[in-house]
Structure formats: C-alpha cells, structure tokens
C-alpha cells in the first residue's frame, strides 16, 4: 500500500525556518515524481516545489524561488522541503505529493490533476 506521511510542519516566527519531510513506502522512490503543494484557508491547492525521479530536475514556484529547497534520500526514501525565510503568506497546509516518473516537474507543479498520490498534510503557521 502505497503511504505518504508528512512530518516537521508547526509555528514559526516570520524570517525562521523549518524542514518538512515526506516518508513514503509502498513504492520505489526513484519510479515517481515527488514534490509539495500547499492549501491556504480559502485558496486553492497550488504547487509549490517538485522533484524528479533521479532528482536531477527541480521546479519551484516564483514565490518561493531563493528561500526554499527541495532534496530527496533514496535510501531512506524520504523527501524534504527546507523552507528559510518565512513569511506569512507561506501559511498553509502542506502536502506531499507522488507521480509517475514519466510526469515532468512543471507539469506535476502546475497541476493538481497530474498527482497520482498525497499525503494527509501538515500545518505550517508563520505569525509573530
């Protein structure tokens, strides 16, 4: 059975850090696509950053470019979301996301119908 558990959400104070992590089972890390996306109250699901299978291309939305970075470990077949320099606006849940191998980064970023598998999500709270 395929499984995707997200950890490492929480409060943080603007321009603080925090690490999400995504742990998987079920499947072979390296056949699928990975990335996060984000659901702000009253807002839709949207991309946030993506990873391929081999890891070797990444994709991240504009308004995290600089401040967030996405890795994968095969080995531990975990998937992480280092995210520095918060800001409110980054308040959200965030879920993990898998797809096939064969989806592209930007395609699975930019559309919610390209997953094949989330996760149930973790809160972010970025307040003072």
């Known amino acids: 059975q395929l499984q995707l558990v997200e950890s490492g959400g929480g409060l943080v104070q603007p321009g603080g850090s925090l690490r999400l992590s995504c742990a998987t089972s079920?499947?072979?890390?390296?056949?699928?696509?990975v990335g996060w996306f984000r659901q702000a109250p009253g807002k839709e699901r949207e991309g946030v950053s993506c990873?391929?299978?081999?890891?070797?291309?990444?994709h991240y939305a504009d308004s995290v470019k600089g401040r967030f970075t996405i890795s994968r470990d095969s080995a531990k077949n975990t998937v992480y979301l280092q995210m520095d320099s918060l800001k409110p606006e980054d308040t959200a849940i965030y879920y993990c996301?898998?797809?096939?191998?064969?989806?592209?980064?930007?395609?699975?970023?930019?559309?919610?119908?390209?997953?094949?598998?989330w996760g149930k999500g973790t809160l972010v709270t970025v307040s003072s």
């Open positions: 079920g499947f072979t890390l390296d056949y699928y696509a």
């Open positions: 996301a898998a797809a096939h191998f064969m989806t592209t980064v930007q395609n699975m970023c930019g559309s919610t119908s390209s997953v094949d598998y």
């Open positions: 990873i391929s299978g081999t890891g070797g291309s990444t």
